[in-house]
């Protein structure tokens, strides 16, 4: 999976996931009309092919 053909639905998923890291699946489904199982494979998936690589915390 290449970051640049990535389709709206995933776009949308590391657009929540950059604005608020601590959104749940839930909420992240209800945003963008899928279950929450498939967006935990979704992630899943996006962790495997090397787009998400990390979960950080920043301490300001």
Known sequence: MDFKNLDSINQ?????????????YAEIARQTHLSRV????????????????QFTTVVQ
Do not use: H, P
Not at 12 to 24: E, G, N, Y
Not at 38 to 53: D, K, P
């Open 12 to 24: 949308k998923i590391l657009d929540l996931l950059t604005k608020d890291s601590r959104i749940s």
């Open 38 to 53: 498939a967006v935990r494979e979704r992630i899943n998936n996006l962790i495997s092919a090397g787009i998400i690589t």
